[in-house]
């Protein structure tokens, strides 16, 4: 997998789950496209790898950090 290796978490994954960690109310694709500098497809495969290994809720409003996430970045 991309984002993690040896259940480390890649500075891509860490990236994402700290910039939605700056927003409240979750964040949509196209405003983390314009908040990090990767480029867009690096972006959507790591949110649905995330999504996926359950540390982050994709919801009707963008994404949201899950417990497991929060946990994950606050260890890191």
Same mark, same amino acid.
Request: proline fraction near 4%; glycine fraction near 8%; aromatic fraction near 6%.
């Given at each position: 997998m991309a984002c993690t290796k040896d259940g480390t978490p890649s500075p891509y994954m860490l990236e994402l789950l700290r910039t939605l960690s700056t927003s409240a109310n979750g964040l949509t694709e196209e405003e983390m496209i314009r908040r990090v500098s990767l480029p867009a497809y690096r972006i959507r495969s790591v @949110?649905?790898? @995330?999504?996926q290994q359950g540390y982050l809720h994709k919801g009707d409003e963008g994404y949201h950090m899950t417990e497991t996430g929060k946990e994950m970045l606050h260890s890191s």
């Amino acid at each position: 997998m991309a984002c993690t290796k040896d259940g480390t978490p890649s500075p891509y994954m860490l990236e994402l789950l700290r910039t939605l960690s700056t927003s409240a109310n979750g964040l949509t694709e196209e405003e983390m496209i314009r908040r990090v500098s990767l480029p867009a497809y690096r972006i959507r495969s790591v @949110l649905r790898e @995330l999504v996926q290994q359950g540390y982050l809720h994709k919801g009707d409003e963008g994404y949201h950090m899950t417990e497991t996430g929060k946990e994950m970045l606050h260890s890191s």
